[in-house]
């Protein structure tokens, strides 16, 4: 069995993630082979065949021309499974390859199975499938967190990838995160408010809570897209990434995304009113409740 | 010019979700259904792309699945679309994403839309595969996870929402797809009288048989809830007491409370 993996760049730095696909090839014991859009001087540390194109002539996003580059590959390399990253970058380019090869393509895969099927969740992540491909040869996007990533070493055998051509799309630039008046990575107590806390006028609520913790505020995405909190409290993928010694969620049904940024809390307390709620997989206390009748009477006990 | 938004109606996430007899999908008895949440910014933003360029500018609806979702396709023309179609599908949570995309691809393959939006993933399924597979297959030019659209004389401006809350900027020209994140616009609410217009427009109803030639990529084993890892502690009951309980955990475990 055989893996071709398409690992990352970001403004010419490979991406650690990377290594995660190799986690997955690992998992699956199958053998692997290597494409990178990116830089000579930022190589992985890998042992075995790397095609490498150069990211300063290719561009790091350019669909048309890197779907081209991994199609020549496909043709030389014969792999059962092309495998990327659940990423902005992964599943942007990876439809694109089924497409042109029409063949099946599994998203977001969690967990490998012992029948060749794989993994994947459902309904927010509350519910989990196993899916099977059907064609011979497979496109795989792996949940970004989900395999251990390998522990790197070795030297690649670069093998050089030119394109020419340009691409539909034109790349103007990258714009940065918006600036932050609040660092959440420095607070020990961090209590989020989710979907789950109903209005704007509810949220002062659980900053009340926060303050009689001596914590900060925190917030789900839905909150601070409907604009109940200011963007730089986002906690998870696009926000920011939190580690306190307590983590309060309330509210919050517990979506990867929302995880991938509060998971190495050292205390994760969780008050949803549906005990099936995914965050009850992290949480080390799920409150089964209405978060606006548990919390102020918290604070309450608390404050006093 | 002509626009097309793509819109899956899914059902209320905070439900219960039970397998169905085959074991491969949810049991639909007594899910409420809604709007796919991505697919709500993606309609926002193509009405208010309708709305800029002004007569002689449609936009259509369209939606697979069973009778259900025509309350999905009326919201969206409650909301500013101008024409629908509805992809008549009682098995349509059976087909996989190759196919619902081939579907939307043979609709509108003579149909010379300018722009059609999708949303990025589905809530229920979550492949974050319909929207680019379309584009493949019409040979449109594609973005996706748009945070930021903007649109001037034949070409696109798209904002990409990447990890870490950093962006990428984007030009496209059309025809092109873009597939639609959460926070893109912020959605509207239908009002009474827009809702009471949305009622009067017609649907146009296409059985999925015209327009489905493929056949599955993928096979579905079975559906189930995650194996449960254990660990935390449940508490239910009484407000009161379990104010008692947490306070006394987080006493007990935690060095926040002094
Ligand atoms: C590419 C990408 C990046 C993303 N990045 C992020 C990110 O950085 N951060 C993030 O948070 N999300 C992110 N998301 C969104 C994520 O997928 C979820 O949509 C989001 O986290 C859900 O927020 P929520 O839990 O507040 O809302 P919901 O999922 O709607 O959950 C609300 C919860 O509240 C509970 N509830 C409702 N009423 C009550 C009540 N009265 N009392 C108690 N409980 C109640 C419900 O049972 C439910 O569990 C991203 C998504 C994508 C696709
Ligand atoms: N049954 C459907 N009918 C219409 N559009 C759909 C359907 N399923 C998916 N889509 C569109 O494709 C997007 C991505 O869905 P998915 O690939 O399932 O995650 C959704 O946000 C919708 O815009």
């Known amino acids: 069995m055989k893996t071709l993996l398409i690992g990352e760049y970001r403004e010419g730095k490979l991406l650690e993630s990377t290594y995660e696909l190799s986690g997955f090839a690992e998992k699956l014991g199958a053998e692997t082979a290597m494409l990178l859009v990116g830089d000579e001087n930022s190589l992985p540390a890998y042992n075995g065949t790397l095609y490498l194109a150069d990211a300063v002539t290719c561009g790091e996003y350019n669909p048309d021309l890197h779907k081209k580059l991994i199609l020549e590959t496909v043709q030389q390399e014969n792999p059962d499974y092309i495998v990327f990253l659940h990423s902005s970058y992964g599943w942007d380019l990876a439809p694109r390859i089924a497409a042109s090869l029409k063949i099946a393509q599994i998203s977001e895969v969690i967990g490998i199975q012992d029948n060749g099927s794989f993994e994947v969740g459902a309904c927010n992540g509350k519910m989990r499938r196993t899916v099977k491909s059907a064609t011979s040869r497979t496109v795989v996007t792996i949940q970004a967190g989900a395999f251990t990533a390998a522990e790197p070493g070795g030297t690649p055998t670069v093998r050089k990838l030119t394109a020419d051509g340009g691409g539909r799309l034109e790349f103007i630039g990258y714009e940065p995160a918006e600036q932050k008046e609040i660092d959440l990575a420095k607070a020990e107590v961090i209590v989020s408010a989710g979907r789950g806390v109903g209005k704007k006028d509810n949220v002062p609520v659980i900053a009340a809570l926060a303050k009689a913790l001596g914590g900060e505020l925190g917030a789900s995405r839905p909150v601070v897209d409907a604009e109940w909190i200011a963007h730089d409290h986002q906690v998870g993928t696009t926000g920011q990434t939190v580690s306190p010694k307590l983590y309060v969620a309330c509210g919050i049904s517990g979506a990867i995304q929302h995880l991938a940024g509060m998971k190495k809390s050292d205390f994760i307390i969780a008050i949803n009113k549906d005990k099936d709620a995914p965050i009850g997989e992290i949480a080390d206390v799920l409150v089964v409740a209405d978060v606006m009748q548990f919390v102020p009477a918290l604070t309450a006990k608390i404050a006093r | ?258």
Request: hydrophobic share 45%; glycine share 8%.
């Open chain 2, 1 to 258: 010019m002509k626009l097309l938004v793509c819109v899956k109606q899914v059902p209320d996430l905070e439900s219960r979700f039970k397998p169905d007899a085959a074991g491969v999908w949810y049991n639909e008895t007594d899910l409420a259904f809604r709007m796919n949440e991505y697919d709500e910014y993606a309609v926002e933003q193509a009405v208010q792309l309708r709305e800029k360029l002004g007569e002689g500018t449609e936009l259509t609806v369209l939606s697979i699945g069973p009778d259900r979702v025509v309350e999905t396709i009326k919201k969206a023309l409650a909301m500013g679309c101008d024409n629908a179609v509805h992809v008549q599908d009682v098995a349509a949570s059976g087909k996989d994403s190759w196919q619902i995309a081939s579907i939307i691809a043979a609709y509108a393959k003579d149909k010379c839309f300018d722009v059609i939006f999708t949303g990025m993933q589905s809530q229920d399924r979550g492949s974050a595969q319909v929207g680019v597979t379309i584009a493949e297959q019409l040979g449109f030019a594609c973005t996706t996870t748009i945070v930021g659209f903007d649109y001037d004389n034949g070409t696109i401006t798209a904002k990409r929402e990447l990890e870490g809350g950093i962006k990428g900027v984007v030009k496209l020209k059309i025809p092109a797809l873009v597939t639609c994140q959460l926070g893109l616009n912020i959605p509207r609410y239908p009002t009474l009288p827009n809702i009471m217009k949305a009622k009067r427009k017609e649907i146009v109803v296409i059985p999925v048989a015209d327009m489905l030639k493929e056949e599955a990529l993928v096979a579905t084993g079975s559906f189930h809830p995650p194996a449960k890892k254990g660990g935390g502690i449940v508490l239910e009951g009484d407000v009161a007491d379990l104010v008692e309980k947490v306070l006394a955990i987080l006493k007990d475990k935690t060095a926040v409370l002094r």
